[in-house]
């Protein structure tokens, strides 16, 4: 408690001295203070103040934290602190060690998340296709999301492969990462087929749900014809009816909500409506931009479609 008050009475003063010189200390880092210099190729006390704000919400990964050249720390955070199957926000950012301030020239290139099976076979997973600028507040901060297909097991282990570029610094890294299975009752990301095209459909951080209305997002991605190259948001567009039932209550349904749809950057939204807590499979019927389904349906599944998520409120 007491390096809480520390570094909350610290950002308050900063900010009341900051006006004043711009080589006052700033903000205290988890534990390390950001020193402001007149250093141009890191942030201002503003941005500084507002890429800590973000980062301090998120969790760090600290597998995956990197020394560049001794004189540059990546650290990468997510919002659970750890990597699972389904859909994982990811934030990089970039520290010059002998300050701990953010760098804003970064660049992060060919990322690629490769599973090694036991059989000898290798396969990529979907990905966001960049890591890149979000927010035009946050400059020294870059995003990306990846959805594992798979956990880390005895049949296969994950490797992340990506370029860093920082200023005029380059590093290839190839890292080892724990991919941890999700709770019983949780499916976040699921397979489905149109004519002989593979896609994957990614629930995007499913963890707020709630008894009532609820807003729901997803990402579609495509199959590669090279299965280790990233699976990338699909080209094709689809409409996805959802249809909630409770297979432990004897598959009851809930109230009607609203397909998920992409909007302009290809995110889908819908709405999905829980009539109490427990277990929840969504089922899911897939339509082309035609109207015809061309996955899922009314199959095999108690009346439902087979093609479904499973949450747990």
């Not at 210099?37 to 973000?54: H, K, L, P």
């Not at 609203?258 to 929840?280: I, R």
């Not at 089922?283 to 996955?295: K, M, P, S």
Request: some cysteine; overall charge negative.
């Amino acid at each position: 408690m007491n390096a809480i008050r520390t570094t909350l009475l610290l950002i308050s003063l900063t900010f009341v001295l900051a006006s004043c010189n711009d080589n006052d200390d700033v903000i205290d880092d988890f534990g390390q203070e950001i020193l402001i210099t007149d250093d141009v190729d890191c942030c201002s006390v503003d941005e500084a103040r507002q890429v800590y704000e973000f980062i301090r919400k998120q969790k760090e990964i600290t597998s995956l934290t990197q020394d560049i050249d001794d004189k540059y720390r990546l650290r990468v955070f997510s919002p659970t602190g750890s990597l699972h199957t389904g859909y994982n926000d990811l934030y990089f950012v970039v520290t010059k060690i002998v300050s701990a301030n953010y760098v804003k020239d970064i660049e992060i290139k060919s990322f690629t998340p490769i599973m090694s099976m036991s059989s000898g076979m290798e396969h990529s997973t979907p990905f966001s296709g960049s890591i890149d600028n979000f927010d035009n507040g946050l400059l020294a901060i870059r995003h990306g999301w990846v959805s594992f297909v798979m956990n880390t097991s005895d049949n296969g282990s994950w490797n992340l492969d990506f370029d860093i570029r920082i200023l005029k610094a380059e590093e290839h890294f190839s890292l080892p990462i724990q991919v941890d299975a999700l709770a019983d009752g949780q499916k976040w990301i699921s397979q489905f087929k149109v004519g002989e095209e593979a896609y994957h459909i990614s629930l995007v951080n499913p963890t707020d749900w709630k008894v009532g209305t609820n807003d729901i997002s997803a990402q579609v991605t495509a199959v590669a014809a090279d299965k280790k190259t990233p699976y990338l948001p699909a080209d094709k567009k689809f409409t996805i009816d959802i249809t909630p039932s409770m297979p432990d209550m004897g598959y009851h349904s809930a109230p009607e909500g609203t397909p998920l749809t992409p909007d302009a950057d290809g995110l889908y939204n819908g709405v999905v409506n829980f009539t109490m807590t427990g277990l929840w499979r969504l089922h899911l019927t897939v339509r082309d931009e035609n109207g015809i389904v061309v996955a899922g349906g009314d199959d095999t599944d108690h009346g439902f479609s087979s093609l479904s998520l499973e949450v747990t409120l």
